[in-house]
């Protein structure tokens, strides 16, 4: 391990608090670590334990994730102990060349926090270099009239290493007529020189061979060596002589290739050739930046100069006459610095996200700036461009760290460029710009926030189930599933378990459906609290309330409250004064309907009325009042079927029965309430008479058919078969009825007979009498006979001697509205009477009216009353005589109608109930039936 690990880079202790809270604040903001290792470390070996010294125990190594950020791996930091380790080659050398202090600088970098330690490794020199001679053997000639004390320079060694591990001493093998002396240039290399001590003679020697000896004082010391070979010339008695011995020069290193550094100068006292000089480069091979002029000593720039590479060049020249003699001087230039070089800003340790929750001075990133200048213009000054919300802090010398400055937000800002420019403090300044992009990750810090405020949506009853209602929608900023929203429905104005029932909501969409039909009567409004949650961690969740408004639909028939119905069943009845005035209010017809709005806005209509213009109907109201005063014609008992609507599209309605009577107090209206005849129902009777014409329709047409076929068959075939249907057989004179005429129904009987001559069909309508004769009496011999259209089950014949003509209806017999006949026993009081309004009284007063009428015919009226009169003035009144009773031959009257042989007028009238006493009770039922 390398001696002063973990020697920190904070100020001694001392006493006081002060000194006790700068060192906490010295470590807290650029905490040093400092190792001295030696050079050629192998691979692998521990420069110190970098985890002890910063504090950090073995088990949060995985998790700080413990590393070294620098532009070279020369060290690596172990995973499992925490000790930082050499991972290169550490040639001090190759490093830091001849800086008396060689030192690597980096950071330790330590996550969760993200924190910067400055780390110093000095790398200490190791004798691992010998001294080195540019040439194994040098050659020098000297004239033998050289007067002692002359020197001769010679060429220096180099080391690498430093201190005292470099090149510290020459030495000359034992000679009598050489020593050496050593010199120090202005760079502090030292160079040997060779000192004549005593003349030479070339007639006694004419060479000497010397080993000059180059050393250091290392540990152990290393030594090379280099021959040296004197030749001894004849007599050249004055050597060149430079004009200085040494030459200084200061030269900028941007000048420019053949550039005239100086001139050096040597005289020579010889005449002739010895006094020719020639200039050269004791070390040529090794001057390769600078040219030399072999006849003028002028000295150029041949490559171009670097200070950042070599700041200062010493050149040996030499001087020679053409006598061989030689002189030496040493040149030095120093090269000077200029701004030439751009900084450079280097990022290392960079984030790969940022999350943005980060806190305000949160290290992001190191970065350093290299300047390859000196003095000022390698001072470099760095800026954070443009508006970010981070900051640069110097760090150290050419290290400064990245801080977070301001509050990050991914949803504004998903990444930002940073811009870091490094200008230096030469003249003119130089500047450059390096970016990153720093990316933000995601945090959870965003709520859903739904689209609306509140939602409120109008459904229309009975809906669907299952039908969707509603939507909402969230909106979630984050990313991934801190942005991902689902749904839920988490509240409403009715229980759980209800609620359940009636709506439930999508998860993914949104949507919310309905699970059953609202009913408007029973839910007017549904008040929901609807959730959105995010799938952060943690989750977070926003709530919205919806209202669901149910709207109405006519699906409600109204309900009628008064007049309600007996407990039976049946109608309740209300009583009117008998002098009731016009616009007495009569009674008020109540409905209500569970429906809303126009829906349930009621109007009154009157269906059917005993007298119609009798009584009015409010049309809002429902109030029933009398339109005019009572008339003497007037029924004491009225009815009044009222139908109830709604306003709604299609419109619903209900059926209310008014039953009415006229009477002073209720002992009077008794009577007429227990004769009242059950009200029909006009459905169904309108039902009955739609199907018994359609059934006479059928029936007649299926008559034609046969009579079309029967025509045809009887022009084809014999007459003889049909002989029955020629005028002349009809023989028997005397109509012919069934026996059971004291059933209360009055027999008719129609003859059909066809004319061989002609193609009309005639009825003949026959007289009833008091027996049938048998079927052998019957016309044909052959005993054939037709049914009869009559009420009975029984056949009848044609019976007629000939086929009598229908004669023209007769005007004279319709009743005039005094004319009408009416009941002797009537209660009404009316002295013209009226014709009976129930089925049996009808039937009796028709079946009366013709057995009199034939007897009339007959002279032997049995019913009695008088003549003209056939005994119906006992029972309808004296005014009812013969002349009002029609002929009968005239018309046919279809049995069990309760119409009248009057016109439309006539027929009206007498719908309307008699106060007679007959039998109502029976004749109610048939009506109903």
Known sequence: MGSGAGKRGW???????????????????????????????AQGSVVGNLAKDLRLSVHELATRNLRVSS???????????????????????????????????????????????????????????????????????????????????????HDADIGTNSLQNYQLSPDDHFSLVVKEKFDGNKYPELVLKTPLDREEQ????????????????LSSTAQI?????????????????????????NVLPGFTVLRVM??????????????????????????????TGEITILNTLDYEEVKEYSIVLEARDGGGMIAQCTVEIEVLDINDNVPEVIFQSLPGLIMEDTKLGTHIALLKVRDKDSGHNGEVICKLEGHVPFKILTSSR??????????????????????????????????SSSSITLHIADVN???????????????????????SIAQVSARDPDLGPNGHVSYSLVAGDLEPRALASYVSVSAQSGVVFAQRAFDHEQLRALELTLQARDHGSPALRANVSLRVLVGDRNDNAPRVLYPALGPDGSALFDTVPRAAQPGYLVTKVVAVDADAGHNAWLSYHVLQASEPGLFSLGLRTGEVRTARALGERDAARQRLLVAVRDGGQPPLSATATLLLVFADSLQEALPDLGDAPAPSDAQAELQLYLVVALALISVLFLVAVILAVALHVRRSSRPAAWGCFQPGLCVKAGPVGPPNYSEGTLPYSYNLCVASQSAKTEFNFLNVTSEVGPPGELLCEDASWVPSTNHGDVGVPFASDTVLKQAPPNTDWRFSQAQRPGTSGSQNGDETGTWPNNQFDTEMLQAMILASASEAADGSSTLGGGAGTMGLSARYGPQFTLQHVPDYRQNVYVPGSNATLTNAAAKRDARAPAGGNGNKKKSGKKEKK
């Open 206 to 221: 004419t060479s000497h061979h010397l080993t000059l000896t180059a050393l250091d004082f290392g540990d152990p010391p």
């Open 398 to 431: 050419n290290a400064y760290r990245l801080v977070t400055d301001g509050a990050l937000d991914r949803e504004q800002t998903p990444e930002y460029n940073i811009t870091i420019t490094a200008t230096d403090k030469g003249q003119p300044p130089l500047s």
């Open 445 to 467: 810090d965003n709520a859903p926030v739904f689209q609306q405020a509140s939602y409120e949506v109008h459904v229309a009853e009975n809906n669907p189930p299952g039908a």
């Open 229 to 253: 070979r004197v030749q001894v010339t004849d007599a050249n008695d004055n050597p060149p002589v430079f004009s200085q011995e040494l030459y200084r020069v200061e030269l900028p290193e």
């Open 266 to 295: 040597a005289t020579d006292q010889d005449e002739g050739v010895n006094a020719e000089i020639t200039f050269f480069f004791t070390e040529a091979d090794q001057i390769t930046q600078f040219d030399l002029n072999s006849n």
């Open 71 to 157: 532009e070279k791996p020369y060290f690596a930091v172990s995973a499992e102990s925490g000790e930082l380790l050499v991972s290169s080659r550490l040639d001090r050398e190759q490093i830091c060349g001849k800086k008396p202090a060689c030192a690597l600088e980096f950071e330790a970098v330590a996550e969760n926090p993200l924190n910067f330690y400055h780390v110093n490794v000095e790398i200490e020199d190791v004798n691992d270099h010998t001294p080195k001679f540019t040439q194994s053997s040098f050659e020098l000639q000297i004239s033998e009239s050289t007067k002692p004390g002359a020197r001769f320079i010679l060429g220096s060694a």
């Open 11 to 41: 100020a001694p202790r001392r006493p006081g608090l002060f000194a006790c809270l700068l060192s906490l604040f010295c470590l807290a903001l650029s905490e040093q670590i400092r190792y001295r290792i030696p050079e050629e470390m």
